[in-house]
């Protein structure tokens, strides 16, 4: 069975491009602490610490948080300070007032349960729709979209798309984005898509469209390396 996805400029055959980027990402798979766990109160910390930070940067704050704060409970205790004094490098300062009000919103309410209904988790203090999003994909694999830079990026790039900073909130391209997710694998197309977009597809360098999974596909991709056979 055929599935396509369509735009004005391009269509894309679904169940290929699925496919074939679980494939590449497989091999390609990068390995940090909260992608080994399918721990939900450790993948939703996770996915706080990473908001705006690089990954290499949360890698040794996060593993000493998990440490200290094993489960909400633990972090419901903590105070302010001890909260500063372990993710002031993150520059996280303006979220930990957050943080405090869902650990205890999770341990009065929730049993100290990370909840897996969509609308609970967005409910909670700091859970922003993205965030929810992740923690239902990575941690009970779910077919979840995520909407950011880097999914926005390789779906404009599929799609021949003019990117913008609003295009994560834009009807269009949250269609597309959800579209493409697999119901089977969502949590290996979603773990490939964001090593796609740090390998491959990237935002600070022009990107590497020969070397791509996604090449046949790609309407970018395409008019990319036919304007350099012309040139």
């Known amino acids: 069975m055929s599935i396509q996805l369509e735009t004005n400029e391009h269509s894309v055959e679904v169940i290929p491009v699925q ?19 399918r721990d939900p109160y450790k993948i939703l910390l996770s996915e706080i610490m990473l908001h705006r930070t690089q990954a290499r940067q949360v890698v040794p704050v996060y593993e000493s948080f998990i440490q200290i704060y094993p489960d ?35 341990a009065n309410h929730y049993n100290g349960d990370i909840p897996q209904d969509k609308e609970d988790l967005l409910s909670l203090p700091g859970v ?21 830079t880097n999914t926005v990026r ?18 269009l ?3 597309l984005i959800a579209g493409l997710v697999p119901s089977d694998q969502p949590r290996a197309f979603n773990y490939a898509q964001l090593d796609l977009a740090h390998q491959v597809c990237t935002s600070k360098h ?9 090449l046949q ?15």
């Not at 596909?217 to 040139?231: A, E, F, H, L, M």
């Open 173 to 175: 391209f949250r269609h």
């Open 128 to 148: 922003s729709e993205y965030i929810a999003g992740a923690v239902r994909c990575f941690a009970w694999n779910l077919p979840e979209a995520i909407p950011d």
């Open 19 to 37: 496919k074939t980027l679980i494939e590449w990402g497989q091999t390609n798979f990068r390995v940090f602490p909260w992608r080994m766990t």
């Open 72 to 106: 909400i409970r633990s972090l419901s205790q903590a105070g302010k300070e001890e909260l500063n004094a372990i993710l002031y490098s993150l520059g996280l300062r303006w979220r930990i007032d957050l943080i405090q009000d869902m650990a205890c919103e999770l």
């Open 206 to 214: 022009p990107p590497d469209c020969s070397h791509c999974p996604l």
């Open 217 to 231: 596909w790609c309407c970018y991709g395409n008019s990319t390396i036919t304007q350099k056979q012309q040139g």
């Open 154 to 171: 390789i779906t404009g790039r599929l799609f021949c798309l003019t990117i913008k900073k609003s295009s994560r909130r834009n009807p």
